[in-house]
């Protein structure tokens, strides 16, 4: 991927969760501490910023770095990579200790049906 479009990327995909989350770039501006300038010139694909900035934008949108990044990865990585491991890092926290919990009391089952 050329640099522009790494930008692009980024910012593309950094405005699309700001969107999800009904956030103005004022209001992620009063999250982060960053200019509501520097936010509108990273969405716009002029500026990826640093990563402390992508930290701080995850952070405000409650996303890991990963899913903004994801898509920018060869696709020999991205197959070796798997799909339950993208979509978990999506959910919110109480979904993903549901999920959890759930794994937890399936591989019991199954370990009290191997010592059987």
Known sequence: MKKIDINKHIGTTFQEYRLKNKLTQNQVSELTGLEPRH?????????KGS???LIKLCNAYKITPDIILYDLLDDDIKSSVS?????????NRRDKENILH?????????????HD
Do not use: A
């Open 51 to 53: 990563i402390d900035t």
């Open 83 to 91: 799909i339950y491991d993208e979509k978990f890092k999506k959910l």
């Open 102 to 114: 759930f794994i937890d009391y399936f591989l019991s089952k199954q370990e009290e049906k191997e």
């Open 39 to 47: 936010i509108s010139q990273i969405e716009r694909g002029l500026s």
